[in-house]
């Protein structure tokens, strides 16, 4: 639902409301109706390129292409251009509620947009004077939608034509995934009948966003393909600089910034999923998707630990710049129970690239995949991975991603009780509290990322019935082996420096005594100082 009545619809997408510089020349053929964008009749910018050399060494000859027009409004007063907020009227509210749900954001302020407003160029300095190749491949743009709202579809077509150089784009792909809506049929067709470049493709059942996203990517004929979601807006430049790192490394696909995405970090080791360009062949070497996905969710990771562990690269390219409207809920329904299918896609990826870290996997959060959920057969994706020489997903954390701040132990060493300055120590399959000794292989232990508390293979955890202390073998999935300890997540603030074990419902505390050298879980209560531990290491706060 909607929060609040003036919500601006510039919320919901890239533009920053102020107006730039000065360039901004009207293209001619841009009322609408009269659009004809085949390059034949459309003045080509290339005409007012010149001729530099990119780099000193190479001598080779590079054309500026002319990026640096952003597109004047044909109704400057007209709302949300160059991204302006947008009221709601007064007495519109209602309507406004009303519309809402179309497309889960704010459908009635998008329809009263221009569907080719002008945008602010958020590009940062020095993009319009880059240099890219005069010979760039061509691209496919692929774009999938399911009941997408009309102003929207529309606004992202128009924003691809009007601020992508013509010869650079081969088609338009729209690809309806079994829309139901009316306005999406003929109205459509006839719509896009004016821009030659536009095709529709229609699917007879729902495929869902991955399996659309491939039966677009079989129909292409561009050199490079490029995937956008149906509710964007290109901004002035934003394909040339995708194309160019695609043509300069044909295993590099690359990502337009979004605007959540922080435009610093180039090298991005999980792509956002909805908008990035890619080498059409390389595309199929890697075996596309793995078409076992299913309908929306997990496909990103998919591809990029693809891309990364079999020899290509991701990169946020900062001059090429896309708005998306981001919303809470998929506006339309999933075949199956959104979560499951989110789960099992997630599942597929984990069984096929996560190697011996998909305990992490599991072990984190509530996953369904803990009962039982089939995530199909793997065979040929193994395969693919194996055949494509793939490095390990140790590789790619270490390498691509070593900032990843998700230690696999968090604390390490004895642990101690902390008002009898006792340490727990192991004597067969149980423990008991001693005198501490720091160098007894019988008091060591590592509490995990997994909230295990690890001696070796064995794991502490209570008898169910008396609450005495035993050892369990480990198991990353048996989350009654789990305790909470220093947890920022913790229910109970006063029970930080606890270990605490159960659920909501039953809170149980470890707790000391010193007199027996027993150890028990006992009803947590944060005035009971034996209840208080520390291990000797911590790696994180
Ligand atoms: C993000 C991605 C999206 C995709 C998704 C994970 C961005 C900006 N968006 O979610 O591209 O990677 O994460 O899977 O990075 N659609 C269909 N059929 C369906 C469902 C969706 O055609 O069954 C279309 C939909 O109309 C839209 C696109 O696929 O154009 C992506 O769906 P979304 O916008 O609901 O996904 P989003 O942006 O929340
Ligand atoms: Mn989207």
């Not at 997408?13 to 730039?20: D, I, M, T």
């Not at 360009?277 to 929306?296: A, M, Q």
Request: aromatic share 8%; glycine share 6%.
């Amino acid at each position: 639902g909607m929060k609040n009545n003036e919500a601006s619809f510039s919320s919901l997408a890239l533009q920053r409301a102020a107006v730039s510089q000065a360039n901004q020349a009207l293209t001619e053929g841009q009322e609408l109706g009269k659009i004809n964008l085949t390059a034949k009749t459309r003045p080509a910018q290339l005409n007012q390129s010149q001729t530099k050399a990119l780099s000193p060494e190479d001598g080779r000859r590079h054309r500026v292409l002319r990026i640096d027009a952003t597109l004047s409004p044909r109704d400057p007063k007209a709302p949300g251009q160059f991204g302006r907020p947008v009221v709601v009227p007064h007495g519109k509210e209602k309507e406004v509620e009303r519309r809402w749900k179309e497309g889960n954001f704010n459908v009635y302020l998008s329809d009263l947009i221009p569907v080719d407003r002008a945008i602010e160029d958020t590009r940062p300095a020095g993009c319009a004077e880059q240099l890219v190749h005069n010979n760039l491949p061509t691209t496919s743009i692929i774009m999938c939608f399911v009941d997408e709202v009309w102003s929207t579809l529309l606004r992202s077509v128009h924003s691809v034509l009007n601020r992508s150089p013509p010869h650079l784009i081969k088609e338009i792909l729209l690809v309806d995934d079994f829309s139901t809506k009316d306005y999406l049929k003929d109205n459509l067709d006839k719509y896009m009948s004016q821009f030659p470049k536009v095709r529709i493709l229609r699917l007879k059942e729902r495929h869902g966003l991955i399996r659309a996203r491939l039966a677009g990517a079989q129909k292409a004929t561009g050199d490079v393909l490029t995937f956008l979601d149906s509710h964007v807006e290109c901004n002035i430049g934003w394909l040339e600089p995708l194309l160019e790192r695609v043509y300069l490394s044909r295993k590099k696909v690359a990502c337009p910034v979004i605007e959540v995405i922080n435009d610093k970090d180039m090298r991005c080791p999980v792509m956002a999923g909805g908008l990035f360009s890619i080498d059409k062949n390389y595309f199929f070497e890697l075996g596309t998707y793995d078409p076992g996905l299913d309908v929306w969710g997990g496909e990103n990771m998919e591809l990029s630990f693809k891309v990364w562990m079999c020899g290509g690269e991701i990169e946020i390219v900062p001059c090429s710049r896309v708005g998306h409207i981001f919303r809470n809920d998929n506006p339309y329904s999933f075949p199956k129970d959104r979560m499951k299918t989110v789960e099992r896609n997630l599942g597929r990826v984990a069984e096929v690239w996560l190697d011996e870290y998909k305990e992490l996997f599991y072990g984190h959060g509530d996953h369904l995949i803990d009962q039982g959920l089939d995530v199909g057969n793997l065979t040929q994706q193994r395969e693919l991975r194996k055949k494509l020489k793939c490095k390990s997903f140790k590789w790619y954390l270490e390498n691509v991603f070593p900032d990843l701040k998700a230690p696999i132990v968090r604390a390490s060493g004895v642990l101690i009780n902390v008002a009898l300055g006792k340490c727990i120590s192991i004597r067969n399959t149980t423990a008991i509290l001693e005198d501490c000794d720091g160098s007894s292989q019988l008091q060591q232990f590592n509490y995990t990322w997994l909230r295990l508390i690890k001696h070796g293979a064995w794991c502490l955890a209570p008898v169910p019935d008396n609450g005495a202390l035993r050892l369990h073998l480990c198991d990353n999935r048996n989350k009654g082996l789990r305790w909470l300890h220093k947890s920022t997540s913790v229910f109970r603030p006063e029970l930080v420096n606890h270990l605490v074990f159960g659920n909501y419902h039953q809170l149980l505390c470890l707790e000391g005594d010193f007199t027996q050298k027993t150890l028990k879980v006992a009803p947590c209560d944060p005035a009971k100082p034996d209840q208080k531990w520390k291990f000797e290491n911590y790696y994180e706060d």
